[in-house]
């Protein structure tokens, strides 16, 4: 690459950074395509991971005798994706992007081959919790870097390419999905298993073009890291979505949901004041969150995450179990969901890039996602398929217009020197909701479903622990698995009310969000200034 991607010299005195930063701060388009190329490649390996999951886990959580365990696999990957977040955003804006980008591809490809080799359910829980670690900063980091190399007016221009993205993912991952859940053998190992094989080549090639074009000017900032912050957050997240899991096993009052309530409440008091006393180097420092922009940023990412992890987990399950859709065609059948997100994110982001306004959007979003909730609690065991499709274009058109304005919104209200902070923290709470919504709505799915199946004349023979292995459906008399389907159609109309109430709030909190002109140049190109202004004031860069 040209000199634009140098990174003054380690020991080098401001004026040698303001130097290097002068020639490196505005980036070329072609420079800018170059950088996203790597970018998109970490971006594909998280999106594929993801929507190859959302197809096969029924098929593996069968062949492992763990239907009702299948959260796990789920909840121990948001878990550490969502406590890992910050952390990544923290230390990059310390260190630089590259070194971590690289990390959570590495850790990423580590996890992979390990779920692979799982022997049962609470093995690949535990392996899926490795992937989540590096999953943590494939997305946040992404983001962070499209905030340091183009300005908030012109993302627009380049959120195509992650949509693009998104959408090859989220059409090849269904697929690909089912082809290995659906074959019995690929060269004489379990299908399933090659969900997750299949991301080791992708990682690697990833790492590769990372490595090779991701370089990006960085100045040092020498700071504390915010260990106990982090080890707090851990104390505090762990138990609490633990119990948020196993709560309807253990019962929400037996002593050991008291100790899970208490231990995560001590954690999230200390994570509170070991924030306080580091200040601006704490992992989310509280001082931002008097921000107005990323206070509601925060607050209707979560929501927006509860009821899109919490709504959305519900709807490959409907169409396998209740439609009889392979785990391929119920991939394929999602795509309607998919073609509104990018429908709703180009959308919206061709017009903040003309008016430059973005505050309407979040909104217009929110009522689209609850009039989607809405509608999804009204589907039934014999509702024809195209309305179920016609409400997922709904929901992916509200989920378009809520998510990259959001993030855009944030980047903009911050100091270029906490991008990294700033995008993590929104990736987080979103990530944050998402884990409480898919652990409590599935909770209260499997809580509700002995009793709905009953109404329906569905005999459960003692509160539904056939739920272990669904694959019994197939062979069930006509009656008694229509019986199986009204009764599994009713519980999921419980989980789309509550994520219907949760999104109302979120369209109030939206209405807070203030509208602040988006900045004409990147946060590298302000860097630049303000170091170029604190060498010429003889002062270190950022010193102001």
Not at 221 to 233: E, F, N, Q, V, Y
Not at 453 to 473: Q, Y
């Amino acid at each position: 690459m040209s000199k634009s991607s140098t990174t003054a010299p380690a020991g080098a005195g401001p004026g040698a950074a303001a130097k290097g930063t002068e020639h490196s701060a505005e980036f070329t388009h072609r420079q800018i395509i170059t950088v996203l190329i790597g970018l998109m490649m970490g971006m594909f390996l998280a999106a594929l991971d993801q929507t190859i999951m959302a197809t096969a886990t029924r098929t593996i959580a069968d062949d492992l005798d763990g239907f009702n365990l299948q959260a796990w696999a789920t909840t121990a990957f948001l878990i550490t994706s969502t406590i890992s977040t910050p952390l990544y955003g923290k230390l990059s804006d310390i260190y630089g992007r590259r070194p971590f980008f690289l990390f959570a591809i590495g850790i990423f490809i580590v996890g992979s081959m390990l779920c692979g080799l799982s022997q049962n359910m609470y093995e690949l829980a535990a392996f899926r919790a490795i992937q989540g670690v590096g999953a943590g900063g494939l997305m946040s980091l992404a983001l962070a870097i499209i905030g340091d190399i183009v300005p908030p007016r012109e993302r627009a221009r380049y959120q195509g390419f992650f949509l693009a993205v998104f959408g090859t993912a989220s059409v090849i991952g269904p697929i690909l999905g089912g082809f290995f859940a659906g074959a019995d053998k690929i060269l004489w190992v379990d299908g399933w298993r090659w969900v997750f094989y299949l991301n080791v080549p992708i990682g690697i090639a990833a790492m590769v073009v990372v490595a090779r074009v991701l370089h990006l000017p960085h100045h040092r900032t020498d700071h504390r890291i915010d260990w106990p912050g982090a080890l707090a957050l851990i104390v505090g997240l762990v138990p609490l979505l633990t119990v948020a899991e196993q709560g309807r096993d253990w019962g929400w009052d037996s002593p050991r949901a008291v100790g899970c309530y208490v231990i995560g409440a001590v954690g999230l008091v200390a994570f509170v004041f070991a924030e306080r006393a580091y200040k601006d180097e704490a992992l989310l420092p509280l001082r931002l969150f008097r921000n107005r922009t990323i206070a509601v940023g925060s607050a209707s990412s979560t929501i927006v995450g509860m009821a899109m992890f919490g709504g959305l987990m519900t709807v490959p399950l409907y169409l396998q179990i209740v439609k009889g859709s392979s785990p391929t065609v119920a991939g394929l059948q999602m795509i309607p969901f998919v073609v509104g997100i990018m429908a709703g994110s180009i959308t919206a982001g061709q017009l903040i890039a003309r008016t430059g306004r973005y505050r309407i959007f979040p909104i217009i979003g929110s009522i689209l996602m609850a009039a989607a909730l809405a509608l999804f609690s009204l589907i039934g065991a014999d509702t024809p398929l195209w309305k179920t499709m016609l409400i997922m274009v709904l929901m992916g058109l509200g989920l378009g217009g809520n998510m990259q304005p959001m993030i855009t919104a944030v980047q903009n209200a911050v100091s270029p020197r906490e991008i990294g902070v700033a995008t993590s923290s929104v990736t987080f709470f979103r990530s944050m909701g998402g884990t409480l919504g898919t652990a409590i709505f599935l909770s209260v799915l499997f809580n509700v479903l002995p009793g709905k199946l009953e109404d329906a004349g569905f005999p459960t023979r003692g509160g539904g622990g056939d739920l272990s292995d669904t694959s019994f459906i197939g062979k069930l008399p006509a009656p008694l698995a229509h019986a199986f389907k009204v009764g599994f159609a009713d519980g999921i109309h419980v989980v789309y009310l509550m994520a219907l109430a949760v999104m109302v709030i979120g369209l109030v909190v939206v209405f807070f969000l203030p509208e602040i002109p988006l900045s004409q140049r990147s946060a590298q190109q302000q860097r630049a200034e303000d170091a170029a202004a604190s060498s010429a004031a003889g002062g270190p860069p950022g010193a102001h």
